[in-house]
């Protein structure tokens, strides 16, 4: 169903509503979704930034859910509106072309993964797979939702969402985080049951999640900007086989 992310917020001392996005959502986890969304486009810095998430107007759902909901802003969080219209309008629009649009297409104010820190075996990365299948109750019925998880350096699962798209679900995913203040996801790799396009890639960056991995393969443009801001790309993940496509420094153990 479609779900139209409105915003409310200060500019010039007054307060305005605008419709910033509709998109094709499986219903549920609606607010985690909607500041995910603001976070990985560089709406909102912190959970401090959003006063409130509620649904708003009638519910219209199939299920009897709403399919709008209002996200007031806090009074210090500013928003440049041409500079948002501008982004979307590159994002939707351009597509593969040029390394200038490359930059258009960024969010900007975003910062290389610091180096230090995280670390990964590389025999646990095969083990990913299976772990999130045993906790992807949705798609092991119907096999048309996409999931996004988080694991820890220990390769622990710690948090889940699914969706029809791909984009919703690392947003809930780390709207989630987000919202109980726990970003930057310095500690934890993203796993993805699906490809890696570029917007996935920023997505991650924006949470600031060091690792990303997957089963399918990702895009020149999200291994350009791993590559980029240093983080860790695998992709192909079949079995105890998959590749690297930047930051091989963070795994330990022998290689593959």
């Given at each position: 169903?479609?779900?139209?992310?409105?915003?409310?917020?200060?500019?010039?001392?007054?307060?305005?509503?605008?419709?910033?996005?509709?998109?094709?959502?499986?219903?549920?986890?609606?607010?985690?979704?909607?500041?995910?969304?603001?976070?990985?486009?560089?709406?909102?810095?912190?959970?401090?930034?959003?006063?409130s998430i509620r649904p708003c107007g009638p519910a219209s759902g199939a299920h009897g859910g709403n399919n709008v909901v209002k996200v007031r802003l806090a009074d210090h969080?500013?928003?440049?509106?041409?500079?948002?219209?501008?982004?979307?309008?590159?994002?939707?629009?351009?597509?593969?072309?040029?390394?200038?649009?490359?930059?258009?297409?960024?969010?900007?104010?975003?910062?290389?993964?610091?180096?230090?820190?995280?670390?990964?075996?590389?025999?646990?990365?095969?083990?990913?797979?299976?772990?999130?299948?045993?906790?992807?109750?949705?798609?092991?019925?119907?096999?048309g939702l996409h999931a996004a998880a988080l694991f820890n350096s220990a390769g622990e699962l710690l948090s889940i969402r699914e969706d029809v798209g791909r984009h919703n679900?690392?947003?809930?995913?780390?709207?989630?985080?987000?919202?109980?203040?726990?970003?930057?996801?310095?500690?934890?790799?993203?796993?993805?049951?699906?490809?890696?396009?570029?917007?996935?890639?920023?997505?991650?960056?924006?949470?600031?999640?060091?690792?990303?991995?997957?089963?399918?393969?990702?895009?020149?443009?999200?291994?350009?900007?791993?590559?980029?801001?240093?983080?860790?790309?695998?992709?192909?993940?079949?079995?105890?086989?998959?590749?690297?496509?930047?930051?091989?420094?963070?795994?330990?153990?022998?290689?593959?």
């Open positions: 169903e479609p779900l139209e992310i409105r915003v409310d917020f200060v500019a010039n001392g007054e307060r305005s509503v605008r419709s910033l996005s509709i998109t094709m959502r499986t219903p549920g986890h609606d607010e985690e979704l909607a500041a995910g969304f603001l976070m990985s486009e560089g709406l909102v810095r912190s959970a401090r930034d959003i006063e969080a500013t928003i440049s509106w041409p500079n948002v219209e501008r982004h979307f309008y590159a994002t939707s629009s351009c597509g593969v072309c040029g390394k200038a649009s490359l930059e258009a297409l960024e969010v900007p104010g975003l910062c290389p993964i610091p180096r230090d820190g995280f670390r990964f075996a590389v025999e646990a990365v095969a083990m990913l797979s299976a772990r999130l299948r045993a906790q992807q109750s949705v798609f092991e019925e119907t096999g679900a690392v947003d809930k995913l780390l709207g989630a985080q987000f919202l109980q203040g726990q970003t930057p996801l310095a500690s934890n790799l993203l796993f993805l049951s699906g490809r890696i396009s570029f917007e996935l890639a920023q997505k991650a960056l924006a949470g600031g999640v060091p690792m990303v991995v997957a089963v399918g393969a990702p895009s020149s443009l999200a291994i350009e900007l791993a590559k980029r801001f240093d983080i860790t790309l695998i992709g192909f993940l079949r079995g105890e086989r998959f590749n690297v496509y930047s930051g091989e420094w963070r795994l330990t153990g022998e290689t593959v």
